[in-house]
């Protein structure tokens, strides 16, 4: 008998935005799950590409060089992930990151002995990976990928864009304003003031990030500017929104064209103050209820707000659509995520798995998926 090859697929992970860690969870859960009988798996960090990157850190450029040079680099984790993270969840990220292939040498590889890649499984959350750049570098090295295209990367990434384009297409986003850095010292006051008109309660938070990271609730005008200002420590661009109070909800939607599907409806009951970071990841602080304890009438116009927002941002593959549903009946949209966390706990895996997918053959489908767009 002849073997036949294995399927080669490159996961992506690691990278370099602020939910790096988290993404090391979410790339090597994938990489385990997937059917080694029919796929050759290689973990990848792309942030062995960025060692000249001006925007990064020292210690990252560092660890890019590290990467470039040799696997099997150790994952020292930041702080805020030591302190916030589980035990179990920081052990998981630390062992699994020890079978990371720089991206230098696994997306390009030198010599014809080497067979490239046939597709990539992208599970970096945040800038570099979940904003379209990674999505652009894979278009031009011809490597199918697993989501979105740069242009719904882009701008579902960008709260602020994916807004206007909701918005413009019928749906309900947080009413809010947008301020620069740049225009800060001189727009100061009147930015505070049109802040000020939403009415306390408030919520700032940086375009461009997730995980909450940056997402700060204030009650009064004392803490205004100071979280405006330590948003720009994370973005050039910071946003104030109206802080509605009722029930989150996310909804996954998985598939393509005729077979485009809404996942059951998860609810978010957090004993935190809201959705932050450490209630995200640590499962003793919230429960991730699917499906959700609303209205079948409710839960259906919630998944046609999610199907909708996918379709407007001209998603792919899987995206994961966040909500909150106000007591006076308004369905508000958050936020649109191309690449949700992907462990096999995480919410979109979690609605998969009530509606009959286990998280193995999700991996599998996804895969399927983008080479099928090679094919
Ligand atoms: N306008 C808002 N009103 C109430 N809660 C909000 C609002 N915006 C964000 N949040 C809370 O902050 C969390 C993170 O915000 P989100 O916009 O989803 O950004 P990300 O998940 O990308 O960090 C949400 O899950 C929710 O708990
Ligand atoms: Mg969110």
């Given at each position: 008998m002849i073997a036949t090859q294995r399927i080669r697929v490159g996961v992506l992970a690691g990278g370099a935005s602020s939910e790096r860690e988290i993404s090391l969870a979410t790339g090597i859960e994938i990489a385990a799950h997937l059917d080694a009988a029919r796929y050759e798996v290689t973990l990848i960090d792309p942030l062995a590409l960025m060692a000249d990157n001006a925007a990064l850190t020292d210690e990252q450029r560092a660890h890019a060089r590290a990467l470039a040079e040799h696997a099997g680099v150790m994952e020292e984790l930041p702080e805020r992930d030591r302190r916030e993270l589980p035990a179990a969840l920081q052990e998981r990220i630390v062992k699994g990151s020890s079978g990371l292939v720089g991206a230098n040498s696994a997306l390009?590889?030198?010599?014809?002995?080497h067979r490239r890649l046939d597709v990539c499984f992208v599970a970096i959350h945040g800038q570099w990976g979940e904003d379209g750049t990674i999505q652009g570098m894979l278009e031009l090295?011809?490597?199918?990928?697993?989501?979105?295209?740069?242009?719904?990367?882009?701008?579902?990434?960008?709260?602020?864009?994916?807004?206007t384009v909701l918005a413009a297409s019928g749906l309900e986003v947080p009413a809010g304003i947008v301020v620069s850095r740049t225009g800060w010292p001189e727009e100061r006051e009147s930015a505070l003031a049109r802040a000020e008109d939403l009415g306390f309660p408030l919520v700032v938070k940086p375009v461009r990030q997730g995980s909450s990271v940056g997402v700060v609730m204030v009650d009064a005008s004392d803490g205004l500017s100071a979280a405006i200002e330590a948003g720009f420590a994370l973005d050039d661009r910071v946003m104030v929104e109206e802080r509605l109070h009722g029930t989150e909800l996310t909804v996954g939607v998985i598939g393509n064209g005729s077979e485009l599907?809404?996942?059951?409806?998860?609810?978010?009951?957090?004993?935190?103050?809201?959705?932050?970071?450490?209630?995200?990841?640590?499962p003793e602080l919230t429960d991730e209820i699917c499906p959700a304890r609303i209205s079948d009438e409710l839960a259906l116009r919630v998944q046609d707000v999610a199907l909708a927002a996918h379709r407007a941002l001209g998603c792919r593959d899987l995206s994961r659509t966040d909500m909150i549903a106000t007591e006076d009946g308004r369905v508000v949209t958050l936020e649109v995520n191309t690449i949700p966390g992907m462990t096999a706990n995480s919410l979109l895996p979690k609605a998969a798995r009530v509606a009959g997918i286990d998280f193995g053959e999700l991996c599998g489908r996804l895969i399927e998926a983008a080479l099928a767009r090679s094919a």
């Open positions: 390009i590889p030198a010599g014809k002995e090295l011809g490597i199918p990928y697993v989501g979105s295209g740069v242009l719904a990367s882009a701008l579902a990434m960008d709260k602020v864009m994916a807004k599907r809404a996942l059951p409806v998860i609810e978010i009951a957090t004993k935190a103050e809201f959705f932050d970071y450490r209630a995200k990841y640590d």
